[in-house]
């Protein structure tokens, strides 16, 4: 199942499937919806209900698998899942792009996808994070002195995949990389995306605490949006490091901060939701893969009008009209007004 990537220690369905997640490879294939084939759901009333599955015909009644996934359990709880697979690619080819700038690096994303190619994977790794991951154990050989690193995959039949890695690497170079490097052997491949995955765990050689933010932007805006957070972080005086999913423009800003600093949980709400703004404002949205919740509901008003949240409100109504199933999660203005931002932040390290 590509959403859940062939490298990652561990990705469960339970996790992927209430809020839609992708991961690195969702670019060629697509996110956990692509995947979700038949469900079967327990309601509000206590009815257990199948929907979808194999051998049923799927024009012959509304897409109700679609609604489910990425509802983040506030329609029902899904006790089973059914999936499809694909079979495992016969090669794969890892790019390593190293950049004076994450500035540079977008472009170079930008050039890539313009050209035709389909990478499986465009991950972008900047340069605060790769002093935080080259000073862990999970070093990699990222160089210390580089303002953004670029891990590119391509994968399919053995035929074509050099060429495809050549081409990228012409782009890589036309925007001013610095040197592109290649995967020599499976080893260094792991070696290269788990430097790339167990980033955000290294984040705390930079600071005690980290808000890891989701937004979703346009390719093409990628280096006006990383400009612009960089500049919302010297701004609040906080290090805002950027480690996300370049190819589909799926941003994860992480700010970092002390939880024991009144004044900076002040502050990251305050960067967060400039953030946020900054997302919407370049065409995107306030979330890629990881669900509203709690978090972002204030935020939801930033791309939907009341009469969409209305929409959403009464689907809702329809399957669970006591809102016995996450209260109070993804739709503002229902409940659990009482709880602030800065206790909600502290809340996620508990």
């Known amino acids: 199942m590509p959403p859940t990537h062939p490298l990652r220690v561990r990705a469960r369905l339970v996790e992927m499937f209430p809020e839609n997640s992708g991961g690195p490879h969702c670019l ?33 009644t509304l897409d109700l698998v679609g609604l489910f996934v990425g509802s983040e359990g506030c329609f029902g709880i899904a006790t089973e899942i059914e999936i ?33 190619l389909m990478p499986a994977a465009v991950e972008i790794v900047d340069g605060p994070t790769i002093e ?61 995306w788990r430097a790339r995955k167990k980033a955000f765990g290294a984040m705390g050689r930079i600071a005690p605490d980290l808000l890891v933010q989701d937004a979703t932007v346009p390719r093409t805006k990628l280096p006006e949006v990383l400009a612009g957070i960089d500049d919302i972080g010297n701004r609040y005086g906080l290090k805002i490091a950027n480690v996300f999913h370049a190819g589909d423009g799926n941003l994860h800003p992480n700010i970092l901060f002390d939880r024991q600093n009144q004044n900076e949980l002040e502050l990251v ?30 935020y939801m008003t930033l791309v939907h009008g009341p009469a969409e ?13 006591a809102s016995l199933f996450n209260p109070g999660k993804v739709l503002p203005d229902v409940e659990g007004e009482g709880t602030t931002k800065s206790e909600k932040i502290l809340a996620m390290g508990e």
């Not at 919806?33 to 799927?58: E, F, H, N, S």
């Not at 000073?135 to 495809?164: C, K, M, N, Q, R």
Request: proline share 3%; net charge negative; aromatic share 4%.
């Open 28 to 60: 060629k294939y697509g996110v956990t919806a692509r995947y979700v084939t038949g469900l079967t759901v327990v309601l509000a009333g206590g009815r257990i209900v199948q929907l979808g599955g194999v051998g049923r015909d799927p024009y012959s």
């Open 84 to 116: 499809r697979l694909l079979p495992i690619t016969e090669g794969v080819r890892t790019l390593l792009g190293i950049f004076e700038s994450v500035e540079s690096a977008g472009r170079a994303v930008t050039k890539i996808m313009a050209s035709g």
């Open 132 to 192: 935080a991951v080259e000073a862990s154990v999970f070093a990699a050989g990222y160089p210390l002195e580089a303002g953004a690193a670029l891990v590119i995959e391509f994968d399919g039949t053995e035929a074509g995949l050099d060429l495809d890695a050549d081409r990228a690497e012409k782009c890589c170079l036309e925007e001013g990389a610095i040197e592109v490097q290649r995967a020599t052997d499976p080893e260094h491949r792991v070696k290269l």
């Open 269 to 298: 709400e305050l960067a967060s939701k400039e953030i946020m703004q900054l997302c919407v404002d370049a065409g995107g949205t306030i979330t890629g893969e990881h669900g509203v919740g709690v978090d972002k509901r204030e």
């Open 309 to 321: 949240l209305e929409a959403m409100a009464a689907a809702k109504r329809v399957f669970d009209p």
